[in-house]
């Protein structure tokens, strides 16, 4: 949906803003999103579960092990 640049620490509280400020540039609520997959990290864990606190947002995680194949 967005590119933002991540040159900042990692940290939920970070990705929680840009999150915030995505879903706002895009004049979407947080009650709009249906669901958000992550990888497992904690800090995108904890990302989505304080952006949901105050919502209904359904929280998915992606659990599989993805690989990148190059050709």
């Not at 967005?2 to 803003?17: G, K, M, P």
């Not at 904890?46 to 949901?52: D, T, Y």
Request: charged share 25%.
């Amino acid at each position: 949906m967005a590119v933002r640049d991540t040159e900042n620490q990692h940290s939920s509280d970070f990705i929680q803003r840009l999150v915030e400020y995505v879903l706002k540039d895009f004049e979407i609520s947080k009650q709009q999103v249906l669901a958000v997959v992550t990888d497992n990290a904690s800090n995108m864990t904890l990302a989505v579960q304080k952006l949901s606190e105050d919502s209904i947002t359904v929280v998915a995680e992606n659990k599989m092990n993805l690989k990148a194949f190059q050709y």
